[in-house]
């Protein structure tokens, strides 16, 4: 079964420096996500991502987060300078055109600890 | 804005019946689904409506009404790997918007 793969699992960094999330979406998927759960809380929508631009994003989606598709098959979130209160766990996903119900697949998620 | 309410928690017995209640209001609506968390993991899909009433998958089974703002999860046979969070999750064609989850605790 196709699945979203996000590199790496886990990540500790030092507040004020930048991350690098990754994810490699399914193959013939053409619609691309991130969501953010900190610990306790509940799931967040952070961005969407469509035809190589932000289709939408929320609040928490300020100018410290940037994403991009830099080649056929990886999606990034860039986080430009950590703070404390990113420390969370970071989910991509993608769907097809079309299949908005069952081809919506979440990778595993990415643990950013923030120091 | 977006309001997802269901219980925080909830216990009940191997073997047993269990009915998850979720009330919602979101801006735009083009169905509901059912998550399943396990802690430190992501989320995986258990169910979905797009119109009202029932729809059965195995031992879990899903209902709406979007009249009344209101979903409901039923897992039956439970066991003890059922013992998760469980996130109401309404869908607007390109995002989801969670609850915060009920904690499933499943006791011998």
């Known amino acids: 079964e196709p699945e979203v793969t996000q590199t790496p699992s886990h990540q500790v960094t030092q507040m004020g420096q930048e991350v690098i999330l990754r994810c490699v979406p399914i193959?013939?998927?053409?619609?691309f996500y991130w969501y953010r759960q900190i610990l306790g809380q509940k799931v967040e929508f952070l961005v969407s991502f469509y035809n190589n631009e932000i289709s939408e994003k929320s609040e928490i989606f300020d100018d410290q987060f940037s994403v991009e598709r830099p080649d056929g098959s990886n999606f990034t979130l860039k986080i430009r300078s950590t703070k404390l209160e990113d420390s969370a766990m970071y989910f991509c996903?993608?769907?097809?055109?079309?299949?908005?119900?069952?081809?919506?697949?979440f990778g595993s998620g990415t643990r950013l600890t923030v120091v | 804005g977006q309001n997802i309410d269901q219980p925080t928690e909830m216990t009940a017995t191997e073997g047993a019946i269990v009915q998850i209640n979720c009330t919602y209001q979101t801006s735009g609506f083009n169905g509901l689904f059912w998550y399943q968390q396990h802690a430190g993991e992501a989320p995986t899909f258990l169910s979905y409506n797009v119109l009202d009433g029932l729809e059965e998958k195995g031992r879990f089974s899903s209902f709406l009404s979007r009249s009344k703002g209101y979903s409901y999860l039923l897992l039956k046979e439970l066991q003890m790997k059922d013992s998760a969070s469980y996130l109401c999750a309404p869908f607007n064609f390109n995002k989801f918007y969670f609850g915060s989850g009920t904690k499933l605790n499943v006791k011998p």
């Open positions: 193959s013939n998927h053409l619609y």
């Open positions: 996903a993608s769907r097809n055109q079309g299949n908005e119900v069952y081809g919506y697949t």
